[in-house]
């Protein structure tokens, strides 16, 4: 969304991604009253901006509440004060309290992350640790997650005492609860000498973050790219167009159509670094609103391979209005389509490779297929992919590895999705659809199939291929 469009995101953990769709989906459920004055306002507001034209029947209802409710549009909403506050919080990915993950177990909450740089890890407190107590609070024996953290949680600048069990121990902790941010763009280096860089949400510093990672990155002369995209729910609209400038320059980014239905593009940021590289963006059904503007502005392009799920589908976008009472709608103003004009409302952009996380690890798919990018003259060991017009090449000593073997079934499995090509000392060799399909053959850099066998060597009931590393 645009900045001060915007909408609520996916968390961090991957558990929580479809209920936070399913939170935006349903209208708030503030019980506050707005003043009559207010109503009027917002009826003003709505009235004068939303993307569509808006009844009688909705601009006379009684309260705000029940006015955006008769609205029936899942992406617009009026925010309380605090509403608002906690909203653009988890945009930013920035929370307050001591910066544990946790869940309940029936000895008492089981700390299962402690957050860098937080306050609780400051303070000694480890991941695995029982808590038991908090401000002599029990904690043993609740069954609600939300009022322990309603324990944990406070003010900023107090302090929450608390009592651990480890490994057999008491131990008193006196923990200062403040503000915690958690970047919202992380990433490592993958085998291969693969930049992985994941996008949690698109927030205000996120852009910022992003070329910074993308500068460290081509510092460690990486040889590829994997943007992940998976559970990202959204945010700015301006910080995808701010980091699409790393992949397309300043080309438009994105088609919009205002509510008099009159369309225009807007361009991307430009940058000095654009990502020559090849690369892979991991998407899935949980993927929405700003990752889409991202995806369809780079896949329009093609500046890159599409691994993982359809997305999610949002092409509207939001902007916040304050009402004088420091309150806020939430509307849609905008509808959204790929720079090419592609629809993305309720279709999504989808992959070039089908990969979904319930069936397969996404991300290992695209390791395998960027694990080699300098090759011997000499290619056994070695596979060739050519998929979506690009090639890729495939360490065959790592796809046979315990670690990526599902994963590499799973891609000679796709075998009508791409053409693929054996490594020989002299170059490349086409495999034939069989050949993909008898997995078995792939254990080998190499092989030979003896077409002709002596009936006394090998019967009707033995293996009819004899495999031969050459």
Sequence with gaps: MKKNFSRKIIKFKKLLAILIIALFLIPSNTNALALPNILEEAKEVLNNNYVNPVSDYVLNAEDINEMMRRLNDPYSDYFTKEDYSEFLNRINNTFYGIGIEIDIVPEGVRVFKVIDHSPALEAGIMSEDIITQVDNINLVGMTSSEEVIGHIKGAVGSYANIVVQRAGKVLNFNVQRREIRIPTVKSNILPGKVAYISILSFGEETAELFSAEVFKMEAMQVDSYIIDLRDNGGGYMYTALDIAGHFIGSLPAITIEDRILEKYRVKAIAHEKIIEKPVIFLINQNSASASEILAAAVKDYDKATFIG??????????????????????????????????TIHKQGVSPDFQARDEDIDSLKVANLLLSSRSLPKDKRGYMRIDMDGKEFYVDLKMARSEEYWKEYNYILSQNLSYNAYRGTNLGWESISKADISNKML?????????????????????????????
């Design 442 to 470: 792939q254990r080998f850099s190499n092989y030979k199939v003896l077409d002709d066998l002596k009936k006394d060597i090998v019967t009707d009931k033995h293996l009819k291929l004899i495999l031969r590393e050459l």
């Design 309 to 342: 799920a359809t997305t999610y589908g949002k092409g509207v976008a939001q902007q916040m209005f304050s009402l004088s009472d420091d309150s806020y709608l939430k509307m849609t103003v905008e509808r959204f389509y790929s720079p090419y004009g592609k």
